[in-house]
């Protein structure tokens, strides 16, 4: 019954005894083994590859963190620099406003009065302009 299914197995098999000058079973059993071996190194190598790849990707990572956290600190400390300055400027404006205020008292309640006049005028224009 095989041979009806393929009738040129008998002559591969003649064929195979013919080259190897062994039995093809022999002459698989040879292929076989060596063709395993090829495949083992093959993966290896890939395996070595990926496994050289994911280190080489972790210290890669490593380094970008690194230098992302430095970038963070030093942004954070130019941040803290930059409003401790603001604040110690705001707090000498202040003190140079209290001091000019305490010299000129008079001046104060006029500039204070014709600011309040203007900032009154403003609303009040904003106001008839809403109501038309």
Not at 21 to 41: I, L, M
Not at 43 to 58: K, L
Not at 81 to 108: C, K, L
């Amino acid at each position: 019954m095989p041979e009806d299914l393929n009738p040129n197995v008998p002559e591969g098999a003649e064929t195979a005894h013919d080259t190897t000058g062994t039995d093809p079973y022999t002459a698989a059993d040879t292929v076989v083994p060596a063709q395993d071996r090829f495949s083992q190194s093959r993966y290896q190598r890939i395996s070595d590859d990926v496994r050289r790849g994911a280190e080489r990707a972790r210290t890669e990572l490593r380094h970008g963190a690194e230098r992302a956290r430095e970038t963070y600190q030093d942004a954070a400390e130019n941040a803290r620099v930059g409003f401790e300055r603001v604040r110690a400027e705001t707090g000498n404006v202040t003190q140079d406003v209290g001091a000019w205020v305490r010299d000129n008292p008079a001046r104060s309640v006029l500039i204070a009065a014709g600011v309040g006049f203007l900032f009154g005028m403003l609303v009040r224009r904003n106001d008839d302009d809403e109501d038309e």
